[in-house]
């Protein structure tokens, strides 16, 4: 497997957790069991093969993230192969505006299924023609029948958890008329609904997917990849296991509620294996719990509706959990990748706290976002005994932990923005800040005393004023001289960089938005969103689209990648510095 090294197994610096299913791997490895195969031409397949297999419905999401570091991870740490696959059997909801997008979200995450064997990516719709002859099969086998019961009846002969079904009236129909009738099918001599096929297995077992699944269903639709071709689909019981056979998976790992498909999965393919379609070892399904993410929703179908009802700005609104969404605003992909990797693999389902998200970016860009200044709520400072014209440069550290990586340089000038919380005119008990009297450090320039403050008709402040220590500036040896509680930071008036600033947080206040069938769309956070005018230090205006910055004292911000530019600033907040939501 061929994987950007960098972006490997996150910045923990150890060996990921173990869990269940690297166990099972270990254990198949350790007996050998998928060791032997090859391809119809000889050539040696991979111990471990995976797949990734999502339908091509909508974006991806947070949940869809877990699994795709899941799979292509363990390919990855085993030596392994990752498919991607889209799962287009189903012709109505698919487009190629969503197959991009998932392309786009598995690549920029890390991945890719590209190696020594080929390029792994396909597309189910490409065994159509063989789903259909080992459909043909099964019906020749004595193993599927076409069922003619209208919806209504199926539906009522199916039983339920405490009633076996009763046989359709169909079942016993002889496998030359069902074929000719699935041919039929096929030709488009029917309506949808009108006939169906059904494997023929048993309508008493206790688990009601095994009561004679549906396997092929007339479809008059259009599909976005065999257009016209098609008039029958295969149901997804029935497809998924081909298409993880036909691409020699070893090991399709699924969320908890396939659990109950897994004995159709294994008569599926035991069947198919005995008409001379696959070799055993036959894949192998082995569910884990899905994702659910506290303050998100994760559900294409869901996610679909805030889209389409412009309650967001579309898939990639950074306040979606969408992976577009994540990546527009601010986070990496080793962020995402080390969130996966601490949420873990469960067999029981449980819900991840949104802290656990924040925290891996905070994680992952500490150590490697340079320093910013950023004020957000300007309000004017004003030095009344600092030069008129004097503009005298104060420098800081890009990165306060890697002094290799060297220093920014900004002026410090008679007027400067600070953040309108650094000033109480009357302060609070325990507030260092500026107040009349009070001494504080302009971080990386003078510090200053404040004398007195200026306000509008209302009463309103909108000036402080100060007079500043020559002989305090930072990394000169007056500055030791000076003792202050407070540290403050600052842009100078005439130098700053204007810029449009997103304040983002959490799209819901409830953390769990839509359990128990609860209207999600009642628990959003109208201040997910607040877009200002923020003044930068100078030097951030060779910013490039998507780079990530530490705006200090206030979080990590990303030059949007999208609306950035020299000429107009723009910068989404990925996530404050500390979490204000917990305790
Ligand atoms: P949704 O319910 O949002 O439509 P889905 O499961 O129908 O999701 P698919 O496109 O079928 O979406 O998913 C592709 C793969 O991603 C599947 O293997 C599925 O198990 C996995 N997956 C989807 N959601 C999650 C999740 N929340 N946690 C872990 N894996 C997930
Ligand atoms: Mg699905």
Same mark, same amino acid.
């Given at each position: 497997?061929?994987?950007?090294?960098?972006?490997?197994?996150?910045?923990?610096?150890?060996?990921?957790?173990?869990?269940?299913?690297?166990?099972? &791997?270990?254990?198949?490895?350790?007996?050998?069991?998928?060791?032997?195969?090859?391809?119809?031409?000889?050539?040696?397949?991979?111990?471990?093969?995976?797949?990734?297999?999502?339908?091509? +419905?909508?974006?991806?999401?947070?949940?869809?993230?877990?699994?795709?570091?899941?799979?292509?991870?363990?390919?990855?740490?085993?030596?392994?192969?990752?498919?991607?696959?889209?799962?287009?059997?189903?012709?109505?909801?698919?487009?190629?505006?969503?197959?991009? /997008?998932?392309?786009?979200?598995?690549?920029?995450?890390?991945?890719?299924?590209?190696?020594?064997?080929?390029?792994?990516?396909?597309?189910?719709?490409?065994?159509?023609?063989?789903?259909?002859?080992?459909?043909?099969?099964?019906?020749?086998?004595?193993?599927?029948?076409?069922?003619?019961?209208?919806?209504?009846?199926?539906?009522?002969?199916?039983?339920?958890?405490? $009633?076996?079904?009763?046989?359709?009236?169909?079942?016993?129909?002889?496998?030359?008329e069902s074929l000719a009738l699935?041919?039929?099918?096929?030709?488009?001599?029917?309506?949808?609904?009108?006939?169906?096929?059904?494997?023929?297995?048993?309508?008493?077992?206790? +688990?009601?997917?095994?009561?004679?699944?549906?396997?092929?269903?007339?479809?008059?639709?259009?599909?976005?990849?065999?257009?016209?071709?098609?008039?029958?689909?295969?149901?997804?019981?029935?497809?998924?296991?081909?298409?993880?056979?036909?691409?020699?998976?070893?090991?399709?790992?699924?969320?908890?509620?396939?659990?109950?498909?897994?004995?159709?999965?294994?008569?599926?393919?035991?069947?198919?294996?005995?008409?001379?379609?696959?070799?055993?070892?036959?894949?192998?399904?082995?569910?884990?719990?899905?994702?659910?993410?506290?303050?998100? &929703?994760?559900?294409?179908?869901?996610?679909?509706?805030?889209?389409?009802?412009?309650?967001?700005?579309?898939?990639?609104?950074?306040?979606?959990?969408?992976?577009?969404?994540?990546?527009?605003?601010?986070?990496?992909?080793?962020? &995402?990748?080390?969130?996966?990797?601490?949420?873990?693999?469960?067999?029981?389902?449980?819900?991840?706290?949104?802290?656990?998200?924040e925290g891996a970016l905070r994680?992952?860009?500490?150590?490697?976002?340079?320093?910013?200044?950023?004020?957000?709520?300007?309000?004017?400072?004003?030095?009344? +005994?600092?030069?008129?014209?004097?503009?005298?440069?104060?420098?800081?550290?890009?990165?306060?932990?890697?002094?290799?990586?060297?220093?920014?340089?900004?002026?410090?000038?008679?007027?400067?923005?600070?953040?309108?919380?650094?000033?109480?005119?009357?302060?609070?008990?325990?507030?260092?800040?500026?107040?009349?009297?009070?001494?504080?450090?302009?971080?990386?320039?003078?510090?200053? $005393?404040?004398?007195?403050?200026?306000?509008?008709?209302?009463?309103?402040?909108?000036?402080?004023?100060?007079?500043?220590?020559?002989?305090?500036?930072?990394?000169?040896?007056?500055?030791?001289?000076?003792?202050?509680?407070?540290?403050?930071?600052?842009?100078?008036?005439?130098?700053?960089?204007?810029?449009?600033?997103?304040?983002?947080?959490?799209?819901?206040?409830?953390? +769990?938005?839509?359990?128990?069938?609860?209207?999600?769309? /009642?628990?959003?956070?109208?201040?997910?969103?607040?877009?200002?005018?923020?003044?930068?230090?100078?030097?951030?205006?060779?910013?490039?689209?998507? $780079?990530?910055?530490q705006f200090e004292r206030h979080?990590?911000?990303?030059?949007?990648?999208?609306?950035?530019?020299?000429?107009?600033?723009?910068?989404?907040?990925?996530?404050?510095?500390?979490?204000?939501?917990?305790?």
């Amino acid at each position: 497997m061929s994987t950007n090294a960098k972006n490997t197994a996150a910045s923990d610096n150890h060996a990921p957790a173990s869990n269940f299913l690297r166990a099972l &791997i270990e254990g198949d490895l350790a007996s050998g069991k998928n060791a032997q195969r090859t391809d119809p031409n000889g050539h040696p397949l991979p111990a471990v093969v995976t797949r990734f297999p999502p339908e091509p +419905n909508g974006y991806l999401h947070i949940g869809h993230a877990k699994s795709i570091c899941l799979n292509f991870g363990l390919a990855r740490d085993y030596g392994g192969r990752c498919t991607m696959r889209f799962d287009d059997t189903n012709p109505t909801k698919e487009e190629q505006e969503y197959v991009d /997008s998932i392309i786009d979200a598995v690549q920029w995450l890390g991945f890719n299924w590209k190696d020594e064997g080929g390029d792994h990516l396909y597309f189910a719709s490409d065994y159509f023609d063989q789903m259909y002859m080992m459909a043909e099969y099964l019906i020749s086998a004595g193993h599927a029948y076409v069922d003619s019961q209208s919806a209504e009846d199926m539906a009522k002969n199916r039983g339920s958890f405490s $009633e076996p079904g009763k046989n359709s009236p169909f079942r016993d129909r002889a496998p030359d008329e069902s074929l000719a009738l699935f041919r039929r099918m096929r030709a488009g001599d029917f309506k949808d609904g009108e006939h169906i096929l059904r494997a023929r297995i048993d309508m008493a077992s206790p +688990n009601m997917n095994m009561r004679d699944p549906a396997i092929y269903r007339i479809r008059h639709a259009h599909h976005h990849r065999t257009g016209d071709k098609w008039c029958i689909y295969p149901m997804y019981d029935f497809a998924h296991p081909i298409e993880d056979a036909i691409e020699y998976v070893t090991h399709s790992f699924c969320t908890l509620e396939f659990q109950d498909h897994r004995p159709f999965y294994d008569w599926l393919l035991e069947r198919l294996a005995e008409g001379g379609f696959f070799k055993r070892p036959l894949p192998q399904q082995t569910e884990f719990a899905r994702l659910n993410l506290t303050y998100a &929703i994760t559900s294409k179908r869901k996610l679909l509706q805030l889209v389409e009802e412009k309650i967001v700005d579309g898939w990639d609104d950074p306040r979606m959990p969408t992976i577009a969404g994540i990546r527009r605003r601010g986070f990496t992909p080793e962020s &995402i990748q080390l969130f996966c990797e601490r949420a873990g693999v469960a067999k029981a389902d449980s819900w991840i706290d949104m802290s656990t998200l924040e925290g891996a970016l905070r994680d992952d860009l500490d150590p490697k976002a340079p320093r910013a200044v950023a004020v957000l709520k300007p309000l004017k400072l004003i030095i009344d +005994n600092f030069p008129d014209n004097l503009a005298d440069d104060c420098t800081a550290p890009v990165h306060p932990h890697h002094p290799e990586r060297g220093h920014r340089t900004f002026p410090i000038t008679k007027e400067v923005w600070i953040e309108a919380d650094d000033f109480m005119e009357t302060p609070t008990k325990g507030y260092f800040r500026l107040f009349p009297g009070n001494k504080v450090r302009l971080r990386y320039g003078y510090v200053v $005393e404040c004398t007195h403050c200026d306000k509008d008709a209302d009463g309103k402040v909108i000036a402080v004023h100060c007079t500043y220590f020559p002989d305090s500036k930072s990394g000169t040896e007056g500055s030791a001289n000076y003792k202050v509680k407070g540290t403050i930071h600052w842009v100078s008036v005439p130098h700053a960089l204007e810029a449009e600033v997103r304040l983002y947080d959490r799209l819901f206040t409830d953390p +769990n938005p839509d359990a128990g069938g609860k209207d999600f769309k /009642s628990a959003l956070n109208p201040n997910a969103k607040e877009v200002i005018t923020a003044y930068l230090e100078p030097g951030m205006r060779h910013a490039l689209a998507d $780079e990530k910055f530490q705006f200090e004292r206030h979080g990590y911000f990303v030059a949007d990648r999208v609306e950035h530019a020299a000429t107009r600033p723009v910068f989404n907040r990925g996530v404050t510095l500390k979490d204000s939501w917990g305790k």
